[in-house]
């Protein structure tokens, strides 16, 4: 069955330093998406980004960037000079498809706090 | 993400009754996912429907819990004889097939 394993549960830093949050998965699938997902303090869970597992190109967006490796089953998260509002838990998922249904199977998540 | 709809947005239920927690998806997305955030746990996939069927439901707990997204309104998730359990916020998400999952606001439901 699929897996991901986030195993920063949390993790607090100063603004403006860059933080790397972890993901490892584990699937059967040849082929499959992962995806991170933030929740801040609200409540709600935004998208931040899906990838393809044939694309292992890495993926820049603002500070936001992504590095996705194949041969250690790792897709992990890097902001560049955090900010508060990045304050939030940060969820890494991995989709599962089986008879027809794409689901998604989420880790534990990670709590960043960024300090001013 | 705003588009995805859910209500209400906190819900609370003596035990023994039943909640009704809503969806609307995103204009023009007709599969829609709920999954279940329970304290210290992570998300967890419950029901998978496009309209008027069930596809999967392998992660919705075999009693008091159903789901439904009819030909018109919204996807409806039901729990009967709430428990203090049942007690977490519930997400639903939609897309088209095979594409990204966008998800609603999600709804506390606390049982008291």
């Known amino acids: 069955a699929q897996k991901v394993t986030q195993a920063q549960t949390e993790i607090s830093v100063v603004e403006k330093e860059d933080v790397t949050l972890d993901c490892v998965y584990e699937t059967r699938d040849t082929t499959y998406y992962l995806f991170w997902y933030k929740q801040p303090p609200s409540g709600e869970l935004v998208f931040l980004i899906r990838?393809?597992?044939?694309?292992?190109q890495n993926e820049i967006s603002g500070r936001y960037s992504w590095n996705f490796q194949k041969s250690t089953s790792s897709f992990n998260f890097t902001i560049t000079a955090s900010q508060v509002v990045d304050s939030a838990v940060y969820f890494c998922?991995?989709?599962?498809?089986?008879?027809?249904?794409?689901?998604?199977?989420f880790g534990k998540g990670t709590k960043l706090t960024v300090n001013p | 993400n705003a588009d995805v709809m859910q209500n209400p947005r906190h819900l609370v239920r003596r035990r023994g009754q039943e909640a009704r927690l809503r969806c609307s998806p995103m204009?023009?997305?007709?599969?829609v996912y709920w999954y279940r955030q329970l304290p210290e746990e992570g998300l967890k996939f419950m029901v998978y429907l496009q309209k008027e069927n069930i596809i999967d439901e392998s992660g919705m707990p075999k009693e008091r819990f159903s789901a439904e997204f009819p030909k018109e309104g919204p996807s409806i998730l039901r729990i009967q004889q709430v428990v203090r359990g049942d007690s977490a916020a519930y997400f639903c998400?939609?897309?088209?097939?095979?594409?990204?999952?966008?998800f609603g606001p999600g709804t506390r439901l606390l049982v008291l």
């Open positions: 998400a939609s897309s088209p097939y095979g594409e990204t999952q966008y």
């Open positions: 990838r393809n597992s044939f694309d292992e």
């Open positions: 204009k023009g997305h007709s599969h």
């Open positions: 998922a991995l989709s599962e498809r089986q008879g027809g249904s794409e689901k998604l199977v």
